[in-house]
T-cell receptor, first 113, second 109 residues
């Protein structure tokens, strides 16, 4: 059972480049999330989705975009990468909102130089 | 957005010792979760508590939700090296749930 799969696991970008982090889940969960994790800062919510075609901003959405064309996929787009976007990114899904259990991918480590 | 304070930020102890870590807020939680994250992996849910005063046990781990639902603790008995990791609490209310900054726990053999 794959659960939540993220690609790539590692990526180095130059300032101003763009890229997409891919996330797919095979649990038929309606809710999907993107978090970033910086040292000593916990997990900050970037964007979330409550179902196909519906997305909304989290705490730190600036510099990112998302789309949700299918239940399974929730890609995160970085436009014009900046050093401040150097972080570890986690995709998660849940069956329900609120206190529903979050299932996380293994993370994507992004460095912007 | 509800702020969650976790303490201590770092804790390093010897195998076999007991320890307690805390998660506090100035606001009432409607629910609270504890996750453990190992290096290079995503967090994994340990427990969810929703009732004030609730106590849940998971082998050597005991989770307590405060009576006023503003705080929670995680107690580990006879810590083992396999308990090493980042312990995160996640809680909140109707406007969403947020993560604390975590407690980095190292259990030395």
């Amino acid at each position: 059972n794959a659960g939540v799969t993220q690609t790539p696991k590692f990526r180095i970008l130059k300032i101003g480049q763009s890229m997409t982090l891919q996330c797919t889940q095979d649990m038929n969960h309606n809710y999907m999330y993107w978090y970033r994790q910086d040292p000593g800062m916990g997990l900050k919510l970037i964007y979330y989705s409550v179902g196909a075609g519906i997305t909304d901003k989290g705490e730190v959405p600036n510099g990112y975009n998302v789309s949700r064309s299918t239940t399974e996929d929730f890609p995160l787009r970085l436009e014009l990468a900046a050093p401040s976007q150097t972080s570890v990114y986690f995709c998660a899904s849940s069956k329900r909102r609120g206190a529903g259990e979050l299932f996380f991918g293994e993370g994507s480590r992004l460095t912007v130089l | 957005t509800q702020l969650l304070e976790q303490s201590p930020q770092f804790l390093s102890i010897q195998e076999g010792e007991n320890l307690t870590v805390y998660c506090n807020s100035s606001s009432v939680f409607s629910s609270l979760q504890w996750y453990r994250q190992e290096p290079g992996e995503g967090p994994v849910l340990l427990v969810t508590v929703v009732t004030g005063g609730e106590v849940k046990k998971l082998k050597r781990l005991t989770f307590q939700f405060g009576d006023a639902r503003k705080d929670s603790s995680l107690h580990i008995t006879a810590a083992q090296p396999g308990d090493t990791g980042l312990y995160l609490c996640r809680g909140g209310g109707a406007d969403g749930l947020t993560f604390g900054k975590g407690t980095h726990l190292i259990i030395q053999p």
